[in-house]
């Protein structure tokens, strides 16, 4: 993550309350287990105001565009989806979520988008019935990324895309960068995400590799987000969404304070600009269906 010109650290060293999408990560010498058991306004206050920017780029990249069939795996409240309804017709897009509460959010908003509950692992679909598949900011959390990218090539017709993409978690330029920075600098065993998947430089491209997807490509996207405030950048990590959210709720009071005021003297003087980065790739599904599904 990059905040008003200037880097801010590595992150290397770094609503509804139903169970429905979980990730295990290292906290010291434990493992916690994160939620995103959250309602979409809570979701969207801490990663929609980055996903929501990132859509169009990552759209561009998978290169979507008006006619196709298009689906949306781990939509979320619909960040990506907006983004398809744009280019494409609500009747073109399909998207999935394991969240009921995502679910709930992503047919209200966007009616005539066929939204299901579903993991990426076990997509609720026929064969080669997309002319693409994308999973945005989604890889990092799948229970098996091979599988899940696997089963977006099942779904995807011959020749089409799957794409993806993960915030640059490993090399700290993504948006949760300087808190995973800042963590570490207070608590040294934490990791927080940068052993995710997807979350290095090429990982995704072996990810899609093993997927036995096809001229696979990858790159960086970038995005450019102002905060006006440090209480509007910081105030969303206290809603308990993710890994950074669950991480901050399992501190005492001593410790969050520590660790916001820690930020607070890492972060420029406000307004401050910040960039981050996600790692891309994208991928032809095989002419050959032995290839592709075996």
């Known amino acids: 993550m990059r905040a008003g010109g200037r880097s801010v650290g ?30 979409a306004d809570a979701y969207d206050r801490f990663m929609g105001r980055y996903s929501a920017p990132l859509a169009p780029a990552f759209a561009a990249f998978a290169a979507v565009v008006d006619g196709q069939r298009v689906l949306d795996v781990g939509c979320g409240p619909g960040a990506l989806t907006a983004e398809l309804v744009k280019r ?11 969240s009921d509460a995502f679910v709930a959010a992503a047919r209200e908003r966007y009616p005539g988008v066929d939204v299901r509950r579903a993991t990426a692992e076990q997509l609720p679909f026929e064969d080669e019935v997309f002319d693409a598949a994308l999973a945005q900011l989604v890889v990092h959390f ?8 696997r089963e977006m090539a099942r779904v995807t017709r011959r020749g089409g895309v799957v794409a993806a993409c993960v915030w640059d978690h490993a090399g700290g330029e993504g948006p949760l960068g300087l808190f995973w920075s800042a963590a570490h600098e207070l608590d040294p065993d934490c990791e927080g995400e940068s052993q995710l998947a997807g979350a290095r430089k090429g990982d995704l491209a072996e990810l899609f590799g093993e997927a036995r997807l096809h001229i696979v490509e990858d790159t960086a996207l970038s995005i450019t987000v102002e905060h006006s405030t440090f209480e509007e950048w910081w105030d969303p990590f206290t809603l308990g969404v993710g890994p950074a959210g669950s991480y901050l709720a399992a501190l005492d009071a001593t410790e ?26 994208r991928g032809l599904v095989s002419p050959n269906p032995s290839r ?3």
């Open 88 to 98: 494409l017709e609500p009747s073109a897009v399909s998207a999935v979520d394991p």
């Open 142 to 149: 799948m229970d098996d990324p091979v599988a899940g990218l």
């Open 292 to 294: 592709a599904r075996g």
């Open 256 to 281: 969050r304070v520590r660790l916001r005021e820690q930020c607070r003297a890492m972060l420029p003087t406000t307004p401050f600009t910040l960039t981050a980065r996600a790692w891309a790739a």
């Open 10 to 39: 590595p992150a290397e060293h770094a609503g509804v309350q139903v169970l429905t999408r979980r990730h295990l990560f290292h906290v010291g010498h434990s493992l916690g287990c994160v939620s995103f058991a959250v309602g």
